[in-house]
């Protein structure tokens, strides 16, 4: 068979089982299970496919009808421009939280604290793009930390970075000029309404804290300013309908100079915090 043969079976495969994005989703396994970029996919479609290479394509398929993400099947995601290896224990980085890169970029500041790392994705591209950065990363999971910590040593930063385990602000020390996070935020009530992809999939302590959701923001506002250089500021990622409670939150918290970002959907994504 050749490999645009089984391409076919398999986009089928996942219509039949209404897959949002079928198409695109088994051109990335086909190319995943060649070992090739999916730009060249289209060369190599008209060649036979090795036996080995289907079946692994047929594996990833029956994953993906279970829906889970491709980006965990393949075990890798791209975020702003780098690769990162991903694992059950860590949050699939979105392209939202690239939203706050590009705010944080905007701030001068070498020392910097990430809070809830995950695969280190902030962390990580935070001391890439900024040379001179010395960044602290925390999770209060230590297999997570264990994936950010690869993460850090593959992308050449290991360096710059640290890493501490423990609950938000316990294990760390020192002050920052930018304290960035996304932490978990669903509420309990919005629990219910997540896709497949998301609920059966992300850790559960990656995605939510419980309750209303906004007790780690609680916890970041009250805390931050003990660590907070004088003209620091904190930028956290916001679940859309959030900006008024977290603003309120800092704001109770001492802090004065607050702003709301949206994200390339236009929607409520980051708060700025200084004091
Ligand atoms: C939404 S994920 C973000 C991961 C990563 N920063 C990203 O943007 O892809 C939230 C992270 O917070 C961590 N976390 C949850 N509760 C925590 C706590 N009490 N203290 C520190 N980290 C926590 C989770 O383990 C998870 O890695």
Redesign the pocket.
């Known amino acids: 068979m050749t490999v645009q043969s089984v391409l076919t079976l398999g986009i089928r495969a996942l219509q039949t089982a209404d897959i949002d994005g079928a198409a695109r989703d088994a051109r990335l396994l086909m190319a995943g299970a060649l070992g090739i970029d999916v730009s060249r996919l289209t060369l190599a479609l008209h060649d036979d496919i090795d036996p080995p290479c289907q079946d692994r394509f047929d594996a990833f398929i029956a994953q993906r009808l279970l829906h889970r993400p491709v980006s965990r099947i393949l075990g890798t995601r791209l975020?702003w421009g780098r690769s990162y290896h991903l694992t059950d224990d860590?949050?699939?980085?979105?392209g939202d939280?690239e939203t706050?890169i590009a705010a944080a970029l905007e701030h001068a500041g070498d020392r910097i604290l990430?809070?809830?790392?995950?695969?280190?994705?902030?962390?990580i591209t935070m001391a890439a793009e900024r040379p001179t950065a010395k960044v602290v990363a925390?999770?209060?999971?230590k297999s997570?930390l264990d994936v950010a910590q690869k993460n850090a040593r593959d992308l050449g930063v290991a360096d710059r970075l640290s890493f501490v385990q423990?609950?938000?602000f316990?294990a760390v020390t020192g002050r920052f000029d930018l304290i960035l996070?996304?932490?978990?935020?669903i509420s309990d009530a919005e629990m219910r309404d997540l896709a497949p992809e998301v609920l059966g999939y992300?850790?559960h302590?990656?995605?939510t804290?419980g309750g209303d959701g906004l007790d780690?923001y609680r916890?970041i506002a009250r805390h931050a300013p003990d660590v907070l250089t004088p003209y620091g500021a904190v930028i956290v990622?916001i679940g859309h309908a959030q900006a008024a409670d977290v603003t309120q939150i800092f704001k109770s918290a001492g802090f004065s100079k607050l702003r709301v970002h949206t994200d390339f959907e236009q929607k409520d994504r980051l708060i700025t915090a200084k004091m």
């Open positions: 975020f860590v949050l699939d980085p979105r939280t706050l990430d809070l809830g790392t995950g695969s280190g994705v902030i962390a925390s999770d209060i999971s997570a423990g609950s938000w316990d996070s996304n932490p978990p935020y992300d850790p302590i990656a995605l804290p780690p916890i990622e």
